[in-house]
Structures are given as C-alpha cells and as structure tokens.
C-alpha cells in the first residue's frame, strides 16, 4: 500500500479550523470512506493542528521538521481517536527508527485507554529490541495502563525494569509505581515506596489513601492516615482530592458523625464550592440514610454537573423514595446536564419499582430518550440496564429483542436475561440460555450466573442438570469460596429431597453466613427432619450465630408439624426477647406463631396473639386463625372473624369452605360459593377440591358432575382433583362416572388407583379392583400402606378370601411395608365375613401389637351378622372397656342379644348404658329426587307426604315377608 502524501497551501492553516466536532458532522466520512480513509482523514486533521502549532518554528533539517510534526500529530490524534480513528501499527512501521515517535503512540493508547495495546507496543519496540528508551512520561504512562488493568505481575516487572534503567528517581516514576501498587491492592509496597518519597506532596498522600480506601478491609487505615494529614502540622493538608477520597469511606462505614465532621472541615477551608467536593458529600449523606442534608447539599453546589444529578438519584433510588428518585430525573431533563450512562442506569431500576403500569410506560420513555442519544444506545452497561429492567417487569420479549440487537454482550447480559427468564416462570427458557452462554461465548458463568439458574434447576426438579451445575463450581476454585453459590446448591439439593447431598454441601461452605444456615434449617424442616434441625439449631448457637426472623420462621415451622406446644412456647418467647416482632418482619413472625399455636391445637394463645397484632393484621394473619379453627373444627370462631375481616383473598374464601365441608355444613358451603362468585372471584382447584366433601356428604351426583362441569370449563387439570373427583362419584353411587374418569386422565398417580381401587371395594367389584392393581403393578407405581386397605377391603366386600390373605402375606415380605392396624383389620373383616369367626378371633390374638376398638367392632359386628351370641359378648366385654363412651358398641350388643331372643341381656346392655348416661342417636336417612333432597329421622312425622311413603313402606314389608 503506498503511502499518502498530504500537501497544505502555506496561507491555508490560518482558516483551515478542523475539529473532531466538524469531522463528524460529515457523514459521508462515516459511511463511504471506509477505515482506510477515514484514518487518513483524521489524521489530517491532526496534522494541520500539529502544524498550527509549529508554524513559527522552521528548522534546519526537513526529515527532523517532518518527525515532529508527525509526532504531533500523533499526540493530538489522541483527542479525535475515542470515537472515530485509532493509532495503528501503520505508525510502527512507519517510525520504528524513532523512540520519541514511538514515546507518543505509547502515550496516546495509555490516554484513549487502549492500555493493552501500549502494553505490547512497549513489549514488541522496547523490552524485545532494546533499541529504545522511553522517556519518563511514557514509563509512567505503562504505570497506569498497569494500574487500569490491575496487572500487578508486570507492574512489578517494571518497577524492576524502572530500577534498571535509573527510572525510580523521578517523582512521576515514583507516584506511577505507588498507584499502580495501590490499584493492584498491595498497600505494603504502596506505603514502602510512600515513606521513601517526599511527603511534602500532598498527590503522594492521596495515592496511598485511594489504595486504603479502595478497600472495605482497610477503613480504619484510611481514617488513621487522613487524621495524620489534618492533625500533622508538618504534613500537607487535605485538599479536595483528598476529601473525595475519604468521603466514600464514611458512606461505607456509616459513619454520619464523622461525615458531618468532614464536612464542617470542607466550610473552614473553603472547599464548598468545590463540585467534586459536593458530589462526595451528598453520596456520603444518601448512603448514611441522611437525606435531608443529602439534598440541602445538593442545593448548594453552585456548578452542578451529571455526577451531581446522579449523585442525588441514586441516593433516594437507595433509600426507596422511588418516586421522588425518577422526579430529580425529570428536573435533570429540563435542565441544561444530560444524561450519562450513569444516570440511565441509575433511574431503569427505579422505574422497575414504580409499579407494573408506570413502570413500563417511564421505561419506556427512558428507551426511546436512549434510542435519540446514539452514543447511549452503543453503551453495553446502558444496554444491560434496559435488558434487566423490561425483565424485572417480566416484559421479556422487549427483553430478548434487545439482547438479540446487542453488538457486543458481556456476561452481565446473559445473566440479566437468565434471570428475568427465571423469575417470570420461564425456567426452560432460561435453562437453554445458559448453555447457550457456555457454548458460545467466551467467558464463563460467574457467581450471578449460578445464583440465578440453580434456583430453577431446584423448580423443575432436575436433579441431573444441578449436579452438572455442581461439577462446574467444584472445577472452580473462586466458584467454591463463594458463600451465595453454596447457599443455592444447599437449598437445591433440599428441594430435589436428596438431604445427604445438601448436608454435604452445606459442610463445605469455607465462609458460612447467616443465610447458610437458615437454608440448611428450611432444608430440613421441608424434608420433616425434626431431630437433625434440632441438633443443627444447637450448633448454630454454639458458633455464636444469632438467628433472624427466617430462622425463626423455620424452627416455627418444625415444632408445628409435630405438634410440640412447649417448644413454640420458647421460640415465642425468644422472639419476644430479641425484639423480632419489631422489624419489618414482624407481622410475618406475628402470623407464623398464630399457625404454629393453632397447629398445636392451642386455640387459646393463637387468638392473643391475633388479637396483639390489631392495627396491623394482613389478610394473612386473618387466614392464618380461621384455618387454625377449621382444624380445631370450630365452625362458629371461623365465621366470626371471616365476617369481620374487610379485606379478603381466594384462600379466604376456600378455608371457609372447607369449614362448612368438613362440618356437616354442606348447603351452606353451596351458598358461599355463590357469594364467592358474586365478589368476581374465580374459585380454582383448592375451592373444587373443598366443596367435594360437601357433594359426598349429600351423596349428591348431580353436584359431582356441576363441579366436573365447572373443572372442565376452567381448565383446572390437576392430577390430585382428579383423584378427590373420582372417589366423590364412588361414594355417590355413579362407579361408571368414576371408572370412565379414571380411564380419561393420562397421568394416574397413586391416589388416582388408590380411589378407583377403593370405589370398586365399596361397591362390592373385589374382581375388578383386584384387575386395577394388576395394572399398578406392571407399570412399577410404588405402594403405600392405603392402596394395600383398599384392595384388601375389596377382596372383604366380594369375599376374595384366599386372595386376600395371599396379599397381606406379600404387604411385609414382598412390598416392605410394615402392616399397620387397618390392614389387621381388613383381614378380620375378610374371614368374619366368610363366617370363619373363630379364625377371625385367632387372628386377633396373635396381632403383635395391642387390637383398637376398630378391629375388635368390625369381629362384634361380623357377631351380629352370624349369631354368635357367647363370642360376641366376650367380643363386647373387650369393646366396652377400650370405648366406654361409644354408644354404637352397646347398641350393637344389644341388637345380638335380641336377635336371641335373650332379653336378660338386653336389659343388662340397657341398664349399662343408662349407668353410664349413653343415648341412643336418632337416626338418620335420606334420598334425592330431581335435585331435591328428601331427609327422613326416626320419630319424626313432619314430612307432608307421609301417609303416601309409610302406605308404601308398609306394602314393602308385606312383600317381603311373603318373599322370605
């Protein structure tokens, strides 16, 4: 490529006034002219001001007159080179011979922050050549280039190479190597060569309080040295540089005293009109939670400039005055300080929390002012902040279109999109870009990267792709340090039920924080190990760990599911002691020790502390007491506080409705629907699934298929409403409706069989339940101790009885499960039932463990059924004593002795029973009709069509006498 030669007329310089403004205004120079010629343009530019500068100088010799020139041009290409043109190895090449030439490229790539590139410049030309010396200027350019990058290797390597060459005496050198030091974070060099410098200078105490300052390790040493600077009469004194410096250390700390302190120093010394001074005060003040002053500050400064908006912004931004934040940005739009890409990024996360609507309708402001400022369109942070804020609105097709239109992404941009895909329920998603990140680019997932997608590994249950995940940080080092990281493992193994790998983990956490301890406690108390969350609470005191409001919550949590009043008592009363139900968690602690009371069955102290938290109740805290009422089977407490809470939500509702289900309330669980319904609410699967004990206590078909109706044209696929549906149409009579159920679904679970099995029983259908289970078998679905009962009981109801004590021989042997009173039971069922009563007793006895009053009622009842009066009353004796207070028993008994015909002993039942104040119920019966419920109780004749039905029942009778 040959070169091109440049010739000026000599008048031209005068009024020939190129500048990078101007380059710029003609676009056809950005478009058609290429790289090639863009570069010659520039550096055109650069000549003439080069020129202009030298134009009273003529010197003697053309080629020493063309080299300083070009090196001028050169230094002032510096300045056009940020956004248009760039120094290339064209120079090298070109002046390779000489080392000033090559002293100012060094230069100019250390000032355009191509510090890289100076780097090796100095590699290729100086270190491996030695043909050239750099000047002191240039070293201590390479110096910063180091301290940019934080290459702290080769800056030592320079520093030995500086020694070499004699550099080391120069200040500039000197300062260079301090601040390379003090960015690279080794403060013990930095203060070595700090106490072999002139302290007279008040820029080499500013260096080594910027390397104290820049770390969180180091504040006191930091304020020990700004305090020697301000107290030391013989030492400089600080100046503003030096009070931006000490500033964010105050912030850091939280020190407001000192803050204030500083600041009263800044009047005294007439540093209050100092910008830079004012944008540290303020950002002091936000961050001490200072508003106030923050803003009064703010006010002050006379010449405002962008840090000083962004300053104000990100204080409120930080101390939740959202509102007020996005107000301070619109007065920075009206006024004469535009926006960096600071600003942009600062006031994006504040949209996100303005609320859904605003939120994005600002957001979306935001982008289009973005869109108008190329040179912030172009900006990978401002970028990455768009992309995280449409995902945190969970917006995620803007999301993804401004990911796919990044020119350049970092790793901060997939980890944004990973997460807004993780956060808004697009866990596959979310999965496919992060091996999309290992597969394309060229970094690797950071910490961020793991936080976010290891959760969603723990969502959808993917045991493998977790362990990968795992693999991954064992492979790095920095990976296993990191405390957050093992958190999310702990917390995913908990979450995929393998507690021993979560126990693993959680043991090799190096720096285990509070937050690692409360995931291991919420492990195991999701996991129903009482015991070891315990033992793990006892040493979590022993190392001095102080537990929070989770913690508190977990251990709740645990001593409620196993019903262990006392111990609630004591987390009670620590909560009380450590003053945890006066933060911002407290109607959250307030709630969980109302359910753990109630749990307890301690309606008692649940209600105090209800009634504690007035003025603050959430409609939580009300569905919190009326659940614990609908356990405790307290209808009337339940209704009291659902009619007195203003606010309700869809689980209020559905406990309400379980409390008339599970109460005998089945109409009035109907209207409350209808209420429900009228409010605009939806019910979903909880309130289906609630009102199917209503339809069975009415044995009501015609409810059965309404709420099927309903589940169908709502969408409502759930595999365990299917289950509950199935058994309410058996136990209304409509096993068809059930079985075609049944054969409907795809995915049939165990409680789908289990209630299938068991309508089969209770219609007598041994055969086709005894064919159900074969099917469960071939396809591998695991047992349990209930579908064992059902079959067991359908085999007692079609008198299968070789095939059932064939199955309860295989319950322990073949199944591994420990039979339980229920299968002994069914047993003695399925041989009274046979008439082999004697058997039946036998087996009773040789039960291993003591036989309830269920085993022993079902052999009384098989009694009645096969007159075996003497059994019966042995039988009856045992009964009597486990169940005193069972009037069923005795009526039973006394129903054997009369069918006996042995009157002595109905009287002697009789007299029992009125001893010990037993009354027989009235009984009870009814039939529907067209949607009609008829109810019939003994001695009751208030039915209006009673001569028609006891005329009817009396020709029954008839009938079936001269039958029999």
Not at 918 to 939: D, H, T
Request: proline residues 2%.
């Amino acid at each position: 490529m040959g070169f091109l030669v440049y010739k000026f007329h000599p008048f031209s310089f005068n009024s020939l006034q190129l500048k990078t403004s101007n380059v710029l205004k003609f676009p056809h120079v950005q478009s058609t002219m290429g790289i090639f010629y863009r570069y010659h343009f520039l550096m055109c530019a650069a000549f003439c001001t080069a020129m202009q500068a030298q134009k009273t100088w003529t010197p003697s010799n053309p080629r020493q007159s063309n080299l300083l020139v070009w090196r001028s041009a050169i230094t002032n290409s510096a300045k056009f080179d940020e956004k248009n043109g760039n120094i290339d190895d064209t120079f090298y090449k070109i002046w390779e011979q000489d080392s000033r030439t090559l002293d100012a490229m060094v230069r100019s790539y250390c000032i355009n922050g191509r510090h890289e590139d100076a780097l090796s410049l100095f590699y290729r030309s100086v270190y491996c050549s030695r043909r050239f010396r750099l000047s002191h200027q240039a070293f201590a350019s390479l110096l910063k280039s180091c301290a940019a990058i934080s290459a702290f290797e080769l800056g030592k390597s320079f520093h030995g190479y500086g020694i070499k060459l004699g550099y080391e005496l120069n200040q500039a050198i000197s300062k260079g190597l301090m601040n390379m030091y003090a960015k690279c974070g080794t403060l013990d060099d930095c203060h070595l060569l700090f106490d072999q410098m002139d302290r007279s200078d008040p820029v080499t105490w500013n260096i080594l309080l910027s390397g104290y300052a820049g770390s969180r390790h180091h504040d006191l040493e930091a304020m020990d040295l700004f305090y020697a600077m301000h107290v030391c009469e013989e030492e400089p004194k600080p100046n503003t540089v030096t009070i931006a410096i000490i500033l964010p250390v105050c912030a850091r700390s939280r020190d407001l005293l000192l803050g204030k302190s500083i600041h009263g120093y800044v009047i005294k010394s007439g540093f209050e009109l100092s910008t830079l001074v004012g944008n540290s005060l303020v950002s002091m003040y936000a961050k001490c939670w200072s508003l106030h002053d923050a803003y009064v500050t703010f006010r002050r400064i006379a010449y405002k400039d962008v840090v000083s908006w962004n300053a104000i912004i990100a204080g409120y931004a930080e101390n939740n005055l959202h509102h007020d934040s996005f107000e301070l940005f619109r007065q920075m739009l009206a006024g004469p300080n535009e926006p960096n890409y600071a600003t942009i990024v600062n006031v994006l996360p504040v949209c996100a929390l303005l609320g859904h609507n605003d939120a994005y309708l600002f957001g979306k402001e935001i982008h289009c002012y973005v869109f108008r400022r190329s040179e912030l369109l172009v900006d990978v942070s401002v970028c990455n902040a768009l992309l995280s804020f449409y995902s945190r609105i969970g917006r995620l097709k803007e999301a993804d279109s401004i990911f796919h239109r990044m020119k350049s992404r970092d790793l901060v941009s997939w980890n944004a999109l990973i997460a807004g895909y993780a956060s808004n329920g697009g866990l596959q998603k979310a999965l496919e870009l992060f091996h999309e990140l290992q597969l394309r680019e060229a970094v690797e997932p950071d910490s961020i990267t793991l936080i976010s997608i290891i959760p969603v590994c723990a969502q959808l249950r993917d045991l493998q792709e977790g362990q990968k995940i795992h693999e991954y940080v064992l492979r790095h080092p920095d990976l296993c340090k990191d405390t957050a990281v093992g958190n999310a493992l702990v917390s995913f193994y908990a979450k995929c039920n393998d507690i021993a790998a979560a126990v693993r983990t959680f043991l090799t956490i190096p720096r285990r924080d509070l937050i690692s301890w409360n995931t291991m406690l919420d492990a195991y108390a999701e996991c129903g190990y009482a015991i070891q969350h315990v033992n793990l609470l006892h040493q979590m005191f022993k190392e001095g760990i102080k537990p929070d409001s989770i913690t508190i919550l977990a251990i709740l949590r645990v001593f409620a599911n196993v019903f262990c009043e006392e111990k609630v008592k004591e987390v009670h009363g620590y909560t009380v002691r450590a003053a945890l139900l006066l933060n911002d968690l407290e109607l959250t602690v307030g709630n969980m020790i109302i359910d753990a009371y109630a749990k307890c069955g301690n309606m008692e102290y649940a209600l105090k502390i209800f009634e504690s938290l007035l003025g603050k109740r959430n409609v939580v805290t009300g569905n919190v007491i009326i659940s614990g009422y609908a356990n405790c089977q307290s209808k009337e407490n339940a209704e009291i506080i659902f009619k007195k809470m203003s606010e309700r939500d869809l689980t209020t509702w559905n406990l309400m409705l379980r409390v008339y289900a599970e109460n005998g309330c089945p109409d009035q669980a109907f209207i409350l629907l209808k209420e429900l319904q009228a409010q605009g609410m939806r019910p979903d699967v909880v309130s289906v699934m609630n009102l199917l004990p209503a339809c069975a206590h009415l044995a009501s078909v015609d409810l059965v298929r309404q709420c099927h109706g309903y589940m169908l044209r709502a969408c409502l696929e759930d595999v365990r409403l299917n289950g509950a549906l199935l058994d309410v149409y058996a136990k209304c009579g409509s096993i068809n409706c059930a079985y075609k159920l049944f054969k409907s679904c795809h995915q049939k679970d165990l409680v789908m069989f289990t209630a299938i099995i068991g309508g089969y029983a209770m219609h007598g259908m041994g055969e086709e339940a005894l064919g159900i289970f074969s099917q469960m078998l071939q396809l591998g679905i695991k047992l349990d101790h209930v579908i064992l009962t059902a079959v067991l009981s359908a085999c007692s109801h079609a008198g299968l009885v070789d095939e059932g004590l064939k199955l309860f021989e295989t319950i322990d042997k073949v199944h591994g499960i420990k039979p339980t009173m229920e299968h002994y039971a069914c047993v003695v069922d399925l041989l009274a039932r046979a008439g082999r009563l004697i058997d039946a007793y036998s087996f009773v006895n040789r039960i291993p463990v003591e036989a309830n009053a269920n085993i022993w009622g079902t052999l009384l009842g098989a009694c009645r059924i096969h007159h075996e009066v003497e059994l019966g009353r042995v039988v009856a004796d045992r009964l009597f004593d486990i169940e005193a207070g069972n009037i069923g028993n005795y009526v039973l008994m006394s129903n054997i002795y009369a069918a006996d015909a042995r009157w002595d002993g109905v009287k002697e039942v009789r007299t029992l029973m009125k001893n010990r104040d037993l009354k027989k119920p009235a009984g009870c019966s009814w039939i529907e009709v067209g949607s009609r419920r008829n109810i019939f109780v003994a001695g009751d004749f208030s039915h209006p069509q009673r001569v028609v039905i006891f005329n009817t029942l009396s020709t029954l009778n008839q009938q079936i006498r001269e039958t029999f």
